[in-house]
Structure formats: C-alpha cells, structure tokens
C-alpha cells in the first residue's frame, strides 16, 4: 500500500516538475516580448521624431485654400 501512494506521489511530483518547466518557459518568453517590444517603442519614438518637423504646440505654418470656396 504505501509503494501505491510512493508511485503517486513520484507520478504527481514529475507533473508539477514538468509545469514548474512550461511555467518557466513561458516566463522566458513574455520577457523576450517584453524586450522586442521596448525596442519596437524606441524605434517608433525615433521615427516620430523624424516625421514631426512641426515645433512643439505650434501651428502648422502652410494654410489650405478652402476646397468649397467657402468663407
């Protein structure tokens, strides 16, 4: 009887090892995510940049002809 309750106990201690190890390879790959993505941020912050020839708060200084003719 209790090398029935050994083998279980061994058989549950291999699962919780084996989700202990999906756990952790998970963890690995939100922190791979995490990383790309702050890149993908910097880069877009770069990008942003470039594009923005506009001074901060100011006004676009090429006004459109209204296409209506409407005043």
């Known amino acids: 009887m209790l090398a029935r309750i050994l083998n279980k106990v061994e058989g549950s201690d291999k699962g919780l090892e084996e989700i202990k190890d999906d756990i952790s390879s998970l963890n690995q790959m939100?922190?791979?995510h995490l990383v790309s993505i702050k890149k993908l941020e910097t880069q877009m912050e770069v990008i942003?940049?470039?594009?923005?020839?506009?001074?901060?708060?100011?006004?676009?200084?090429?006004?459109?002809?209204?296409?209506n003719n409407e005043a």
């Not at 506009?54 to 676009?60: D, N, Q, Y």
């Open 48 to 67: 942003s940049a470039h594009l923005n020839t506009r001074p901060k708060g100011g006004l676009p200084s090429d006004t459109m002809v209204n296409p």
């Open 30 to 32: 939100v922190t791979s």
